[in-house]
């Protein structure tokens, strides 16, 4: 299941466009209204944002097929969606879930020979949309709709997952329901951050960890479940504060425009020397509870600069990071139980080149057995993976055979990597490129 984020912020977006706090200054990213695209034919929620959201993130709704409504407030029903939809004429049909007050809003922006079926549903609820099993909950959200709101828990053979938003902490039936889901992923919604005199229609961080707390105790929530914080407001601490207390319940903040897999996702970064590679590929993983990493450098005697580098990229790691010093990486990446980062494919293919004695003029056979092998574990890795790599081929030529064997030898390995990556990235003076899929 791929769920693109469409939004992730609150009502009035964050930063507000309208506001000077501290919060909205220093934000960085910006956030639009909570809504999600599964697997490009199925919404969460479709606010008056979300169509062009999609757009800008270069997607199209031509696909869609269900949209899946939680409850009628503004930010999350925006039905002129469903005239644009009308515009293209499209006779491809249209399933419009949702709490009866949310359907409502919809009903006049269909044309009468538009093929869209209204589903009303309620809590307890649990049918098939699709390829889609959609079980219905219960939130505890909007009074002043009659609290008629709902959550979705949503599955397909591609995963199963927890849309929840907007709720303040969940009701009992709700965790009873959801108990040993083992979730892939959970968007729960955290609007108010430190403020916690709101009431209780939606959660601040203390409510956030207490129900995160529950749904690991229930079994709704595992180890390996993706915890992501959206609906967030301004109410919030800044980026790097709020990223920091999520932690604390192994959640991070959601980014607009993030994708989010139940299939572990593969990143190759390039870069040259001191081009921040290897910090961006430790920033791809800073969410992560704990991390194995591959360490492929090796010790290397009496070289103290050497040792220091070693020291300096450790003390940047966080202390939950576990490391591995190992040449055998097609085997750790097989076998890895949490996100691996591979640093670097530069010093594995050294160390392979060493072992086959190919810098004497031994065969070559075995390096190439050693990259096939490699390739395919990174293929098949079950887990989160970031490899870092030397962009070695745009210096000089090197002078030596040995040198030019090598630069060739790790662009070969680099393309082949890069091939079996869902995302290359190369970095240039601190800076990163994403690079075009072919
Ligand atoms: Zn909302
Ligand atoms: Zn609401």
Redesign the pocket.
């Known amino acids: 299941m791929e769920i693109l984020l469409l939004g992730t912020g ?2 009035d977006g964050w930063p507000n466009p309208f506001c000077r706090c501290v919060s909205c200054r220093s934000a960085t990213e910006v956030r639009g209204q ?1 809504a999600a695209l599964v697997d490009d034919v199925l919404l969460l929620d479709c606010g008056p944002e979300a169509p062009r959201a999609a757009a800008r993130f270069g997607r199209s709704l031509a696909s869609v097929r269900h949209i899946l409504f939680t409850h009628g ?1 503004w ?2 029903v925006g039905p002129a969606a469903m005239l644009m939809r009308h515009w293209t004429r499209t006779g491809e049909p249209l399933d419009v879930v949702g709490p009866p007050s949310a359907l409502d809003q919809c009903r006049d922006w269909v044309g009468p020979e538009d093929p869209v079926r209204f589903i009303e549903v309620s809590p307890g609820d649990d049918l098939r949309v699709g390829d889609y099993r959609v079980r219905v909950l219960a939130a505890a959200h909007g009074s002043d709709i009659g609290a008629d709101a709902v959550l979705y828990d949503l599955e397909s053979v591609g995963g199963r997952i927890f849309w929840a ?2 709720t303040g902490p969940l009701p009992d039936a709700t965790h009873t329901a959801v108990a040993g889901a083992g979730f892939d992923a959970v968007f729960l919604e955290q609007t108010f951050g430190m403020h916690t005199g709101h009431g209780t229609e939606h959660h601040d961080l203390p409510a956030f960890a207490a129900t995160v707390d529950e749904l690991r105790r229930s079994g709704a929530v595992v180890a390996a479940t993706e915890l992501v914080a959206v ?1 967030l407001s301004h109410h919030n601490p800044p980026e790097p504060e709020l990223t920091a207390a999520l932690a604390d319940s192994g959640a991070r903040p959601g980014r607009d425009g993030e994708i989010v897999g139940a299939e572990p996702t593969r990143s190759l970064i390039l870069g040259g020397a001191r081009s921040g590679k290897s910090a961006h590929a430790e920033a791809l993983l800073a969410g992560q509870a704990a991390v194995t990493y591959l360490a492929t450098g090796g010790v290397r005697e009496g070289d103290p600069e050497w040792a220091e580098r070693v020291r300096l990229h450790r003390s940047r790691r966080p202390a939950s990071w576990r490391t591995v010093e190992t040449s055998d990486v097609a085997e750790a990446l097989l076998t890895a139980e949490t996100p691996v980062l591979l640093d670097c494919l530069g010093t594995w293919l050294t160390a392979r080149m060493d072992l086959h004695n190919v810098w004497d003029g031994g065969l070559l056979d075995g390096v190439h057995d050693d990259i096939d092998k490699l390739v395919a574990a990174w293929r098949s890795c079950p887990v989160r993976a970031v490899a870092v790599s030397n962009e070695a081929g745009s210096g000089v030529v090197p002078s030596t055979p040995a040198g030019r064997l090598f630069r060739d030898l790790l662009g070969v390995l680099n393309a082949r990597i890069a091939a079996e990556s869902d995302e290359v990235v190369l970095m240039v003076a601190g800076r990163p490129l994403k690079l075009p899929a072919q």
């Open positions: 609150s009502a909570t407030h930010d999350h938003t907007d609906h």
